[in-house]
Structures are given as structure tokens and as C-alpha cells.
């Protein structure tokens, strides 16, 4: 009986040598496959120039896109300096024909305002050339050694056509602009 239990122990021994040749084999085959020994060689520069371009999704619910605006701030830095206080003022061409009877169309909104006013308070600034203004389509820089202004108009101006007044009085600077309107079908066809 002991002959038919060693043939048994011996065929199971056989087995689990087997199992563990077939474990080892594995292990060294799992060891040789990296993720780099799958596809090709590596694109070269050149290849990597000529592949599109990956398409942007965009937002359908977005107002606009980032390549729409028109950014030409280069200096948007809080360096200690104050901000002074300043206010929009509106103006517009009224002859008597609009006073009294309203002939033109023109109403009291600012949407009929041919100009805009930019009036800033600069208090301990002795004359307007300790100024520095920057004045563009649709931002305004004003830098002083006290003071510090910078920030996007509300309408878009033309910068060539404005003028700056001084008024030593009251320590404050006027900023007149020609407001630039277009018209809805212009605005329509740009959209």
C-alpha cells in the first residue's frame, strides 16, 4: 500500500513543480511587456509639427470666447498706490429744435450721449504734468506719484479725438471722449 501512496505523492509532487515552473514563466513574460513595447517608435519632431490641432469644445452657453477680447492691458498691478474717486458723466449735442420739440428723436438716456466724461479727483497733484494718461478704445490708464487709475470704459471711444482738461481749482482732471456707436446693423453683422 505504501508503493501505491508513494506513486500518488509522487505524481502530486510532479504537478506542483510543474504549476510552479508555469508561475515563474509568467512572471518573467509580465516583466518584459512595458507599456513602450506596444505601437511604434516615437514620432519624431517633425511628425508631431504636422498633427492637427486638438479641437477646442466650446461652451454653447458661453457669451464669449476668450480670442474675442481685445486685452491690451499691460499694467493691471496694485502697487500701493491710491485709487482716486472719479464719476461717468454724459454728454450730448442739444440744439432747441430737440429741447422744445423733440425733432431729432434724441431722449435723456446715455444711449443718445455723443461723449463721455471722465472726471477724477487727484487731491495734493500740483499741475496735470505730474500725469501720465493713457487713453484706449475701450481702456484708461492714469497714473500720478499719489494716485493710480486703470479700467475698462463702459463704451468704446476714440482715443485720438478726446481731450484732457485741468482744472487746478478743484484738483481734478476732465477726460472728454467721443463715444463710437455703431449702428444695430453693423452690431448684427459682426455677431
Given amino acids: 500500500m ?8 509522487q505524481a502530486l509532487s510532479n504537478m506542483f513543480a510543474d504549476v510552479e515552473g508555469l508561475e515563474e514563466e509568467k512572471i518573467e513574460s509580465e516583466q518584459k511587456i512595458t507599456p513602450a513595447s506596444f505601437g511604434g517608435p516615437a514620432p519624431t519632431p517633425a511628425q508631431i509639427a504636422r498633427l492637427p490641432k486638438p479641437k477646442v469644445h466650446k461652451n454653447p452657453k458661453d457669451i464669449w470666447d476668450v480670442d474675442e477680447l481685445d ?18 458723466l454724459y454728454r450730448q449735442a442739444v440744439g432747441t429744435e430737440d429741447a422744445y420739440l423733440g425733432m431729432s428723436g434724441k431722449d435723456p438716456s446715455s444711449t443718445c450721449c455723443e461723449e463721455i466724461i471722465l472726471r477724477v479727483d487727484l487731491p495734493g497733484t500740483a499741475s496735470m504734468a505730474e500725469l501720465e494718461l493713457d487713453v484706449q478704445a ?3 490708464r492714469l497714473e500720478s506719484p499719489l494716485y493710480k487709475l486703470a479700467m475698462y470704459l463702459p463704451h468704446t471711444v476714440d482715443s485720438e479725438k478726446g481731450q484732457a482738461k485741468w482744472d487746478s481749482k478743484k484738483e481734478a482732471l476732465s477726460i472728454i471722449m467721443p463715444i463710437i456707436r455703431k449702428d444695430l446693423a453693423e452690431q448684427f453683422a459682426e455677431a
Fill in 71 to 88: 486685452d491690451d492691458v499691460t499694467d493691471d498691478v496694485d502697487d500701493g498706490r491710491e485709487r482716486p474717486r472719479y464719476e461717468f
Fill in 138 to 140: 475701450t481702456y484708461i
Fill in 2 to 9: 505504501s508503493s501505491m501512496f508513494n506513486a500518488d505523492f
